[in-house]
């Protein structure tokens, strides 16, 4: 099958980033499908690359998450516009695969099923139009409209979609109730991260690495860690990574002993940081659409063996609690983060038992090549049901 294979952020484990589409499409080749990446790159010239068996073309897009919501705009605009260019050059596609976010690349999906005769299967990430308006990012009712219309056309017009979550299923089924709608939610790369459980330390350790944006919200764990200190407890906490908020984050933590702030790594840079860690923290602003996501270090803190510390108040946070392997907690509540930490630090064994339930999970119900099986038997039409089910 010669599949067309749409992520405007494609990243490889070297980039850093989310390497989801990376996976999925080297294991599209290892199937023995032709996959071709249309994508972009912070540079000044477009160029095409051989990436593990899949054909890259590096479209000249600048983009950062610092940027303001018009500059991602135009962003979004010059994708579509160059994506459909660069489509022209291809020929007998038998699938789009389109990955969201942005949304806007579902107008990429949309001119290739109409010109082209490609049809294609939407998968969705995050639920956009409404995570940016109950922000208050976007405000203006034209755009509103605009990107509501595209949201539910680009449903109507897919093939299959494909959800990143159980409630972004839900919310996609309540907009096309006869549409197929499959979960493959971000996954658990169980052969590069490995546990390394360390049964007692002088200090339990605790990591968030990702994104530092609005919608992350880390100033949640600085509120933490200040109680922390005051309270002279064993706890160190460490924030890894780049974005819009990252100057504030360092900033609001430098009187904090307890704090570091670290700038960006790529995955195989942060396999040995993670290693030196105790618990993932994990953490978005406390709106209730954006704990319906499928955060990628969440998943990577499974595969690595680790205690899940966790704000989300969603399908997370049932995976967590029904498989003990760490604790939610309310984010406006950080004297709630000192109680449900205070047993890891007064019992190791306690925290070895509950980084073994985050390792067991990530290899039964996570596993990256489960998930790899998973989107080739969806695009091949080998599976007509959804297939991925949250333990009971």
Not at 244 to 271: D, Y
Not at 311 to 330: A, H, K, M, P, Q
């Amino acid at each position: 099958m010669n599949i067309l294979y749409i992520h405007q952020y494609f990243k490889t484990p070297q980039d850093g980033g989310c390497v989801r589409s990376y996976h999925l499409a080297k294991g599209l080749v290892e199937k023995g499908h032709q996959v071709t990446m249309i994508t972009t790159q912070n540079a000044e010239n477009d160029i095409t690359k051989e990436i593990e068996g899949i054909t890259v073309h590096y479209l000249a897009i600048p983009y950062d998450n610092s940027f303001s919501f018009l500059k991602r705009m135009i962003a979004f605009i010059r994708f579509f516009i160059k994506a459909i260019r660069k489509s022209n050059s291809f020929k007998d596609v038998d699938y789009a695969y389109v990955m969201t976010t942005p949304l806007s690349t579902g107008m990429v999906a949309l001119w290739l099923k109409r010109f082209k005769n490609i049809p294609y299967i939407f998968e969705i990430g995050d639920l956009w139009p409404e995570v940016p308006i109950k922000m208050g990012v976007l405000k203006n009712p034209l755009i509103k409209f605009f990107s509501k219309w595209l949201e539910k056309t680009s449903y109507k017009n897919a093939d299959k979609i494909v959800a990143l979550s159980p409630e972004i299923k839900d919310h996609i089924e309540q907009i096309v109730p006869t549409k197929p709608v499959f979960v493959i939610p971000n996954f658990c790369d169980n052969q590069l991260f490995e546990p390394n459980y360390v049964e007692s330390t002088s200090k339990l350790r605790v990591l968030y690495c990702g994104t530092v944006g609005l919608a992350n919200h880390l100033e949640y764990l600085v509120e933490v860690a200040k109680i922390c200190e005051k309270q002279s407890l064993p706890l160190e906490f460490t924030v890894v990574g780049a974005g819009a908020r990252f100057e504030e984050i360092s900033n609001l933590s430098k009187s904090l002993k307890n704090f570091q702030v670290l700038g960006f790594r790529n995955q195989h840079e942060l396999k040995n940081l993670i290693a030196e860690h105790d618990a993932f923290y994990i953490s978005f602003q406390n709106i209730r659409v954006l704990h319906s996501g499928s955060p990628n270090k969440f998943f990577d803190g499974l595969a690595s063996g680790k205690l899940i510390i966790s704000n989300l108040d969603g399908w997370t946070r049932e995976v967590i609690e029904s498989s003990n392997c760490g604790f939610y907690y309310n984010p406006d509540k950080p004297s709630e983060f000192v109680d449900k930490i205070k047993p890891y630090l007064k019992s190791s064994e306690m925290l070895l038992q509950a980084q073994k339930h985050s390792r067991n999970i990530a290899e039964k119900l996570f596993d990256k090549n489960k998930m790899i099986e998973l989107q080739n038997d969806i695009l091949t039409g080998a599976t007509q049901k959804n297939l991925f089910e949250l333990p009971q």
